[in-house]
């Protein structure tokens, strides 16, 4: 192993991205973004029109090549050699995403493509059942968290509109809906592990929680 792996779990815009990548920078690691691979598996599914029948579905899975080169500070997916663009982070692939992710099949192939690019460690890898389910022997495992309020504010902020009342509203609603698909699947679902350290970040800023994930990695070997 070159480095530990640092797991970092919670609801949707909790802050995990942001924060996992730049723990790895800090720590001169990757970011692997598990969130990515079910986004891309959405996309590609509803671009090419076989989401909706979950025959061809399987089909389909079975078929796309999935590769994840480690390029500094992070992971470069790629879906049968394309590399998926800005449509990633639309709001309609995160909530396709999120039913794409409940089925066996989807996780089972994200499992896979998630351990071998974990294999040599030196990951800060964020997701909902990273520690739990991913990388259960990883030697940091964080829990964030955040009021929905919050995180609506922050998606509104990331998307660069006015948090008017209304879009804080539609936004507050569609991660009110994903969180309790994703809490409630049978199959990986969201979850603290027993040992993950849970932050509340809802008072606090980027720095202050990179600097406390930074600090527990150090003393755990990173
Ligand atoms: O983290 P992100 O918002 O990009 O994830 C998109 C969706 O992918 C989530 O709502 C969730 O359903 C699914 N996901 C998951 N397990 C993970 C990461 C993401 O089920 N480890």
């Given at each position: 192993m070159n480095g530990i792996i640092v797991a970092i779990d919670g609801?949707?815009?909790?802050?995990?991205?942001?924060?996992?990548?730049?723990?790895a920078q800090r720590l001169d690691y990757c970011h692997l973004n598990s969130g990515l691979l079910y986004r891309t598996i959405a996309w590609l599914g509803l671009r090419d029109d076989w989401i909706h029948d979950s025959d061809r579905f399987a089909y389909e899975l079975e078929r796309i090549r999935i590769t994840m080169e480690r390029r500094s500070p992070g992971f470069i997916v790629r879906a049968n050699g394309e590399i998926p663009g800005d449509e990633l982070t639309?709001?309609?692939?995160?909530?396709?995403?999120?039913?794409?992710?409940?089925?066996?099949?989807?996780?089972?192939?994200?499992l896979e493509?998630?351990?071998?690019?974990?294999?040599n460690g030196g990951i800060a890898c964020d997701g909902r059942d990273i520690g739990t389910v991913v990388f259960p022997d990883a030697a940091l495992k964080i829990f964030l968290v955040a009021s929905v309020e919050e995180r609506?504010?922050?998606?509104?902020?990331?998307?660069?509109v006015e948090p008017d009342r209304e879009r804080l509203e539609l936004e507050i609603s569609r991660l009110r809906e994903r969180d309790a698909r994703d809490s409630?699947?049978?199959?990986?679902?969201?979850?603290?592990?027993?040992?993950?350290?849970?932050?509340?970040?809802?008072?606090l800023t980027p720095d202050e929680v990179v600097d406390e994930i930074v600090g527990l990695a150090v003393e755990r070997g990173a």
């Open positions: 609801p949707a815009a909790s802050g995990k991205s942001t924060t996992a990548r730049r723990v639309a709001p309609q692939t995160a909530i396709r995403a999120s039913h794409v992710a409940a089925r066996l099949d989807v996780r089972e192939r994200v493509v998630l351990r071998a690019a974990g294999l609506a504010r922050r998606r509104v902020a990331d998307h660069g409630a699947r049978d199959l990986a679902p969201l979850l603290r592990a027993p040992e993950a350290i849970e932050i509340d970040t809802t008072r």
